[in-house]
């Protein structure tokens, strides 16, 4: 049996990290075979990546090495961990995935869909997710939360990306809004703006009933 992937996508301080715990708990109390990872990392080699990408002091970055760079991780990651993981039948959930470079690389940075796309079909293999969450937020609200965290290449004013001004958050959130316009079948819309354990209900509800259609197709 193929397994089932599952991408969580939002601007920063959405809330995907937070949601995909309260999901983990969800499935390992069900007894699903899942898997959760990351993106920019998830393997050895991206976690490397990851730290080049989010670190402050690469403010030089050009967006085309950026995109390059998210990119590799990806196809690291798909080789190591993704493709296997489905392949053995189990429910991938990956915080973050194509979509975040469409919305990011493309309506932030204005780099060519077209290109993103392209480049994507070389790399993926046929490999996308079968059900997304959009925590969908106002840049306002998300940014600030983030920016509250300190993680692995941040300090308190947040990592390379966080930093970018609220213009480029607000283009961020508005492609998600149109990938998802695009996608309505994939891609579930949730607002991000509500007590932590509401969204996890809608999650988990939603999930169960996508997951139960694909098993009576099959
Ligand atoms: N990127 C990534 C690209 O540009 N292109 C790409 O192709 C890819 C794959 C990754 C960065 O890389 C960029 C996007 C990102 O900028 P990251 O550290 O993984 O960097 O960044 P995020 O995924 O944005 O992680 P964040 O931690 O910033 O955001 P989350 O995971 O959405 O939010 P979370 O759950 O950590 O919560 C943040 C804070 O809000 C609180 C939490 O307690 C926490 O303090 N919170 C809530 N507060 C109130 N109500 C709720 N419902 C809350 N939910 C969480």
Redesign the pocket.
Known sequence: MKGFFVTFE?I????????INLFANFLEKNNYDYLIT???GGTFIGDQIRAI??NPKNIKMDPITEIFL?TASRVQHLAELIKPALAAGKIVVC???LD??LA??GYGRGISINFIEELNRLILDGVEPDLTFL?DIPPEIGVP??R??K?DSCSLNG?R??RENMDFHQRVRMGYLRIAAENPERIKIIN?N???DE?NKLISAHFEEVYAKILTNK
Do not use: C
């Not at 920063?12 to 949601?19: D, F, H, L, N, Y």
């Open positions: 939002g920063e301080g959405s809330g995907k990290t937070t949601q990351r993106e920019p990408l989010l998210y915080d973050r995935f975040s470079t990011y690389q925590l939360r983030a509250m965290v993680n990592d990306i966080e991000g509500r007590p932590a969204i």
